[in-house]
């Protein structure tokens, strides 16, 4: 149960009790929280439901728990992420709540429940609380009983739906985060018109480093002439498809073109095999 005290006067108050004090206290324009003493100007007071516990009050700078009061340590949360009320907090919340939109007819009763503690949650003990606790006896107490459970019940529903649409609400909306997340870090897709454009540009460089390509006789006289002029006639493979290369101005843009070269070059190597002798890597001319 959270207490408060009259900022004009002092004096420490029930919730249920601040309205009362109020109409009578010229002074008392705000009410300050008795635990964490944030100050609530006018009807403020009423969201202010459950507050710090004592081991924060009173160890304060050394409290190792988890803190209730905002990031500045002087306000107060409304509600507390991190914490989940226990089932019994939540339903004197709910009698809190049900005591504020209550009707006139049971208002003195529901005011008396919101400022008792360990309110039962079940009706059948709640029935035989509300017989000692309010003093509900004689020909009318079962319908003021009957009154004040459907008053309760309803509101208890009616929070129990907010939740669950609040709820919903968050859950759309971090999926709708997550989907636009997912969709910022896909690749933009290709579209076939370029996958189709992309395939010809290929095509079209192997045909034209193809046809650059000299013939197999071309090669083979560069590969003989290179090799007369080389000591001892001979050369490493790497160093002779260079020099027959820069002889026939041989252009081998991109890999294709490069694996083409080569299978050229060992073709007329391995047809001339008469004249030509391969140690190796070494390719050497017979005299």
Not at 231 to 250: C, D, G, H, M, Y
Request: aromatic share 4%; hydrophobic share 25%; charged share 35%.
């Amino acid at each position: 149960m959270v207490f408060f005290l009259c900022d004009g006067c002092n004096e420490t108050l029930k919730k249920n009790k601040v309205d009362a004090h109020a109409a009578k206290c010229r002074e008392c324009w705000s009410v300050s929280c008795v635990d964490c003493s944030q100050s609530f100007p006018g009807d403020e007071y009423r969201s202010h439901t459950s507050c710090i516990s004592e081991a924060e009050r009173y160890e304060k700078t050394i409290f190792r728990g988890n803190r209730k009061l905002d990031d500045s340590g002087t306000g107060h949360r409304q509600q507390h992420k991190g914490k989940k009320l226990t089932p019994q907090e939540a339903w004197q919340q709910t009698i809190e709540i049900a005591a504020e939109s209550a009707p006139s007819s049971i208002k003195s009763h529901m005011d008396q429940l919101a400022s008792l503690d360990n309110v039962p949650r079940k009706e059948k003990q709640f029935r035989n609380f509300t017989v000692n606790s309010l003093r509900l006896k004689g020909p009318n107490a079962e319908k003021i009983k009957d009154d004040i459970w459907k008053h309760l019940s309803k509101v208890r529903e009616d929070e129990k739906q907010k939740k669950e649409e609040a709820q919903k609400k968050q859950q759309s909306s971090q999926q709708a985060a997550k989907d636009k997340k997912k969709e910022d870090a896909e690749p933009t897709s290709i579209s076939d018109d370029d996958k189709s454009s992309s395939k010809n540009a290929k095509e079209e460089e192997s045909s034209s480093s193809s046809s650059s390509m000299p013939s197999e006789k071309q090669v083979t006289k560069a590969v003989k002439k290179a090799l007369k002029k080389a000591p001892n006639k001979s050369l490493k493979f790497k160093a002779l498809r260079k020099t027959v290369q820069e002889t026939l101005v041989i252009k081998t843009k991109n890999d294709s073109a490069k694996k083409e070269w080569k299978k050229l070059l060992k073709q007329c190597v391995d047809a001339n095999s008469k004249k030509l002798v391969v140690d190796g890597k070494t390719v050497s001319l017979k005299d």
